[in-house]
């Protein structure tokens, strides 16, 4: 049903679909990697801070738990996200059942923009999954769901995907014009600010948006890419290698639309206040006494921090 948040569809771009050698689902380790290192801390807090304040149906006195990633693309990881958290979500019911407790039942939500392979999404689903499957497409940046009807949001590595490129950067008359790049190393100073007032719109939107539609008492993990304080993009191994080969990233470019940024703003979700959303929880690599799980090719990224954060949110 169309209401006054009924908005155009924008244009978006998706990882590469099916299940080829070039494929997001083929190459796609290193997020898997970061699950890995998110899980404990995951299991944390569902275990410590989820409230179990679930809907039950009167017909059949069955509770339905709904989650959501927001950014599933294509391939396992998805499905590695959303077992994990279920597992967890389960122990959590059956430690603070009471006597006659209803059977929990799950309903999942895989999110992504709408040029994403759904239909190869949903043909890799797994069999002995646990919960019933929903698409929902569009893009996160906006209201996906009614008020008050997700437990647990989710998304992982997906966030440094900003809705649109800064207007400035490529305004050639605008001193935050980016020339001949693609991505935002930090080292231009209006550059990076306007890169960084798009993340905290953007952020500003997305948590709006997750703050109405998460129940009170229901959680929220953001898995996200950042940097501390003082380091830039073009220090990292990975600004290295966008800076080498920066010609041929800009002809990639002009032929798919490429709109990326490791923020350097996580702190702002400290500072994010609106009287919803709580942040009960932010940690990085070293904070959590783990060494960087990723495949050997990937080492070296590590000497880019990862960034977490949990949030909390009530009404």
């Given at each position: 049903m169309e209401n006054e948040e009924t908005k155009t569809v924008p244009k978006s771009w998706a990882m590469v679909g099916g299940d080829g050698p070039r494929s997001y689902a083929q190459n796609s380790s290193y997020q898997r990697g970061l699950l890995d290192v998110a899980n404990e801390l995951m299991n944390e807090g569902i275990k410590d801070k989820l409230d179990?304040?679930?809907?039950?149906?009167?017909?059949?006195?069955?509770?339905?738990?709904?989650?959501?990633?927001?950014?599933?693309?294509?391939?396992?990881?998805?499905?590695?996200?959303?077992?994990?958290?279920?597992?967890?979500?389960?122990?959590?019911?059956?430690?603070?059942q009471f006597q006659n407790s209803p059977p929990l039942e799950f309903q999942v939500f895989?999110?992504?923009?709408?040029?994403?392979?759904?239909?190869?999404?949903?043909?890799?689903?797994?069999?002995?999954?646990?919960?019933?499957?929903?698409?929902?497409?569009?893009?996160?940046?906006?209201?996906?769901?009614?008020?008050?009807?997700?437990?647990?949001?989710?998304?992982?590595?997906?966030?440094?995907?900003?809705?649109?490129?800064?207007?400035?950067?490529?305004?050639t008359k605008s001193p935050a014009w980016n020339k001949g790049s693609i991505q935002c190393s930090g080292t231009a100073k209006e550059v990076a600010k306007?890169?960084?007032?798009?993340?905290?719109?953007?952020?500003?939107?997305?948590?709006?948006?997750?703050?109405?539609?998460?129940?009170?008492?229901?959680?929220?993990?953001?898995?996200?890419?950042?940097?501390?304080?003082?380091?830039?993009?073009?220090?990292?191994v990975a600004g290295i290698f966008n800076d080498f080969f920066g010609s041929c990233l800009v002809d990639m470019a002009k032929l798919v639309s490429i709109v990326f940024n490791f923020s350097r703003d996580i702190n702002g979700l400290q500072k994010a206040n609106t009287g919803i959303i709580v942040i009960v929880k932010l940690a990085g690599w070293h904070q959590l006494g783990t060494t960087c799980p990723?495949?050997?090719?990937?080492?070296?990224?590590?000497?880019?921090?990862?960034?977490?954060?949990?949030?909390?949110?009530?009404?």
């Open positions: 179990f304040k679930i809907p039950c149906s009167d017909s059949s006195n069955i509770c339905t738990f709904r989650i959501a990633d927001f950014g599933c693309s294509v391939g396992p990881n998805t499905f590695f996200a959303v077992e994990k958290i279920i597992e967890a979500v389960e122990q959590k019911y059956q430690a603070c895989f999110n992504d923009v709408t040029a994403n392979d759904f239909n190869t999404l949903f043909k890799t689903l797994p069999s002995y999954r646990k919960y019933f499957a929903a698409g929902v497409p569009g893009t996160f940046y906006g209201r996906l769901f009614p008020k008050s009807t997700l437990h647990l949001a989710y998304s992982s590595y997906s966030l440094h995907w900003l809705s649109k490129v800064p207007q400035e950067v490529v305004d306007a890169y960084s007032a798009q993340f905290k719109t953007d952020m500003d939107n997305f948590l709006n948006a997750r703050a109405q539609e998460i129940i009170g008492g229901g959680l929220m993990v953001i898995i996200i890419a950042g940097l501390p304080d003082g380091i830039l993009v073009s220090q990292t990723l495949p050997l090719g990937h080492l070296a990224t590590c000497l880019a921090p990862l960034s977490f954060a949990w949030m909390l949110a009530y009404k």
